[in-house]
């Protein structure tokens, strides 16, 4: 199964393994499952380590080489992804999240989250 972690889970799973939900660490450690991270995710990384977030520390360079290191395929962000937006209900507004629950109908791929409010949204959105 494709996976597409959040932002948080995907800093829980390169910083704080320990944090993640049993269920979430059985599904990234399958060899079954191949494991994306979103552009976005390292957008919104640049953007909120910029504001001084205390939850959003990692250097964005690191983490990227580190995934990448660790099996993680990168989903750039596309025009299509970017169009799909405009057919999602409007439960969250955060634009970091709309893009990755896109991505993931798009691609079809399963978006693993932790945010209840994201996993309402229809389609390949898994809550972890």
Do not use: C
Not at 21 to 48: C, D, G, T, Y
Not at 78 to 95: N, Q, W
Request: hydrophobic share 40%; net charge positive.
């Amino acid at each position: 199964m494709k996976l597409l972690l959040d932002t948080h889970l995907l800093l829980r799973a390169a910083g704080q393994p320990e944090r993640l939900s049993k269920e979430a660490r059985k599904l990234l450690r399958s060899p079954e499952n191949e494991l994306f991270f979103s552009a976005a995710s390292l957008w919104e990384v640049v953007i909120k380590r910029g504001l001084r977030r205390d939850d959003f520390k990692a250097d964005p360079r690191i983490l990227r080489r580190g995934l990448l290191d660790n099996g993680y395929s990168e989903l750039p962000i596309t025009i299509e992804h970017a169009v799909a937006i405009e057919s999602l209900p409007l439960i969250h507004k955060d634009p970091f999240d709309r893009i990755l629950v896109a991505q993931a109908q798009v691609e079809g791929i399963t978006l693993l989250t932790s945010d209840s409010r994201v996993a309402q949204y229809p389609g390949p959105v898994r809550s972890v």
